[in-house]
Structure formats: C-alpha cells, structure tokens
T-cell receptor
Framework: GDSVTQMEGPVTLSEEAFLTINCTYT??????LFWYVQYPGEGLQLLLK?????DKGSNKGFEATYRKETTSFHLEKGSVQVSDSAVYFC????????????FGKGTLLTVNP | ETGVTQTPRHLVMGMTNKKSLKCEQH?????MYWYKQSAKKPLELMFV???????ENNSVPSRFSPECPNSSHLFLHLHTLQPEDSALYLC??????????FGSGTRLTVV
C-alpha cells in the first residue's frame, strides 16, 4: 500500500536558518504530492503541492520538488521565521488508493528568535 | 483557502451529554472526511463519505455517529463519550487527486 516517511523531529532552528524536512514515499502509479502545515491550535492548511515528476511546488518561501527517481519530496526554505513554527505533514494521493490522502507522521518545527 | 467551515470551534461536554459537530463545504467536492487528532498520535481517519454515501468506517466506536445529508454537509453526533475521546476533530473535503481542504477543527474536551 501507499506510505509516506518523513523525519519526525522535533526540529529546532534559529531565525534565518535554512530548513530541510525530508520526505520519501511509496505509492502505486504516479501520485500527487503535498505538504500541509498545522499552526498551533489550528487545522491543516495546504502549503504546496506537485502533481507530476520534476514539478516544483512553492508557497510562502517554501519549496519542494517531485523527484520520481528518488521517490522524494523534501521541503526546503532558505530563511525561516519564528512564524513558521508549526507541524509539517508530507502526504500523497494515488489513484490506486481511491484518492485517499496518506500522511506522514508530521514534523514539529520550532524557530527561535 | 478556508472553504471548509467547522462549528463549534471548542466544545466541552460531560460523559452523559449528546452533542453534534458540524462541517460545511461549498467547494463542490464530492468526498468528505472526519479525522481525529489526539496529542502525540498520528492523524486518524474515522469516516469517509463519497456522494453522501459512507464508504469507510475505520472501526470507530458506535458512540460516534456520522451523518451526511448532502454533499455539502457532514455531521458527527456524539453521545456517552469517554475522556479519552478528547481531541481535535477535523473535517476535510476533496475532489479526486487535487488534494484535501481541511476545516479549522473542533477542539473537544470530555469531562
């Protein structure tokens, strides 16, 4: 079946540091890939997505590239801010799963001033 | 993108109470979901509805009773809950492979 593996953290960075959160996946066919973010006390928000190989999703300074050869979708940001402190979830949807969203376990990011 | 509205945002209920959570979407999505998010646990998918029909129930106790009267509305009826049912309950909707849209959640506390 489909699965997503992401670094569990927690990750603690200083403001303006570079961020990478690794995500790899196993899926049938050609899945769509997503990063969701959950700020404290809130629901999940879609941060970015990519629907085919070599696509790059980007939003709010975050980027992730769909790498089919390494089955990866790593999240990066060049300079994090305190306001980026949140839990980040990598996820996928594949047609073989009746379009069910499969999540990683989430990575808690804390950015200190 | 909000698109999915959940009410109430916070709910405190006693173990003998009956209450309902409401979820509404006007995105034209055909599928709706209930998730449970407990502290330090992965997200748990509870129920799935496609075109108003329940297509998945992940061994959820009968004290949780979902209802989907149309493709835009989803309810979760609660009765005789336990303290361990305290959690954030998230509703989501989706259309095929284009991703899910989540509501802000209902923070439920059972006392």
């Amino acid at each position: 079946g489909d699965s997503v593996t992401q670094m569990e953290g927690p990750v603690t960075l200083s403001e303006e540091a570079f961020l990478t959160i690794n995500c790899t996946y196993t899926a049938t066919g050609y899945p769509s890939l997503f990063w969701y973010v959950q700020y404290p006390g809130e629901g999940l928000q879609l941060l970015l997505k990519a629907t085919k190989a070599d696509d790059k999703g980007s939003n709010k300074g975050f980027e992730a590239t769909y790498r089919k050869e390494t089955t990866s979708f790593h999240l990066e940001k060049g300079s994090v801010q305190v306001s980026d402190s949140a839990v980040y979830f990598c996820a996928l949807i594949s047609g073989g799963s009746n379009y069910k969203l499969t999540f990683g376990k989430g990575t808690l990011l804390t950015v200190n001033p | 993108e909000t698109g999915v509205t959940q009410t109430p945002r916070h709910l405190v209920m006693g173990m003998t109470n009956k209450k309902s959570l409401k979820c509404e979407q006007h995105l034209g999505h055909n599928a709706m979901y209930w998730y449970k998010q407990s502290a330090k646990k992965p997200l748990e998918l509870m129920f799935v509805y496609n075109f108003k029909e329940q297509t998945e129930n992940n061994s959820v106790p009968s004290r949780f009773s979902p209802e989907c009267p149309n493709s835009s509305h989803l309810f979760l009826h609660l009765h005789t809950l336990q303290p361990e049912d305290s959690a954030l309950y998230l509703c989501a909707s989706s259309q095929d492979r284009y991703g899910y849209t989540f509501g802000s959640g209902t923070r439920l506390t059972v006392v």
